[in-house]
T-cell receptor, first 113, second 116 residues
Framework: GQQLNQSPQSMFIQEGEDVSMNCTSS?????WLWYKQDPGEGPVLLIA?????ELTSNGRLTAQFGITRKDSFLNISASIPSDVGIYFC?????????????FGQGTTLQVKP | NAGVTQTPKFQVLKTGQSMTLQCAQD?????MSWYRQDPGMGLRLIHY???????DQGEVPNGYNVSRSTTEDFPLRLLSAAPSQTSVYFC???????????????FGSGTQLSVL
């Protein structure tokens, strides 16, 4: 079945640093999404991408839908302590919008003040 | 707005016991689903529903049952709990049953289940 590989698995950075993480798929996706999970809570949608090459920002977060449709990237600029959490990529393939959503393994981010 | 409400927050079961995890949403969402979260595995889809009276299996459905008698509620039943079902369970909903929009999920805060 479809699989997503998300990297890195974890990151420990200094406050103020920029962060990059990515997700790759063994097959083509027509939708990519990025969710964030705060400790003890459910994931919350950050950014949704629907078109190859699309670049979308949400505050300090920027995500891109890879041109091959098999990958996506999330960047966080000038990290702050509240950026701590688990970041999940999710993708959907299939024709139209009928495919199931597949989640990556998650990237755990820790920020040192 | 309450959003997606899951109960209980924590549960400990013995092997072989049965129980139901409750999920309710007050957003009139058509689509509801259950995921389990395990370390290094991300979120895996157990069962989902695109509307009242309609359910389907996800990636890891064995050992779980669901029903959708109303738009608001989507309970997950463990028929005979096993240690392999120790996990954090999330219920999620979206406004669209099928088609554009059902990828934008709203998650509950989770149920931490331990099976001894």
């Amino acid at each position: 079945g479809q699989q997503l590989n998300q990297s890195p698995q974890s990151m420990f950075i200094q406050e103020g640093e920029d962060v990059s993480m990515n997700c790759t798929s063994s097959s083509i996706f027509n939708t990519w999404l990025w969710y964030k999970q705060d400790p003890g809570e459910g994931p919350v949608l950050l950014i949704a991408l629907y078109k190859a090459g699309e670049l979308t920002s949400n505050g300090r977060l920027t995500a891109q839908f890879g041109i091959t449709r098999k990958d996506s990237f999330l960047n966080i600029s000038a990290s702050i302590p509240s950026d701590v959490g688990i970041y999940f990529c999710a993708g959907r393939g299939g024709s139209g919008n009928t495919g199931k959503l597949i989640f990556g393994q998650g990237t755990t981010l820790q920020v040192k003040p | 707005n309450a959003g997606v409400t899951q109960t209980p927050k924590f549960q400990v079961l013995k092997t072989g016991q049965s129980m139901t995890l409750q999920c309710a949403q007050d957003m009139n969402h058509e689509y509801m689903s259950w995921y389990r979260q395990d370390p290094g595995m991300g979120l895996r889809l157990i069962h989902y529903s695109v509307g009242a009276g309609i359910t389907d299996q996800g990636e890891v459905p064995n050992g779980y049952n669901v029903s959708r008698s109303t738009t608001e509620d989507f309970p997950l039943r463990l028929l005979s709990a096993a240690p392999s079902q120790t996990s954090v369970y999330f219920c999620a909903s979206s406004y669209s049953g099928a088609g554009a929009g059902n990828e934008k999920l709203f998650f509950g805060s989770g149920t931490q289940l331990s099976v001894l």
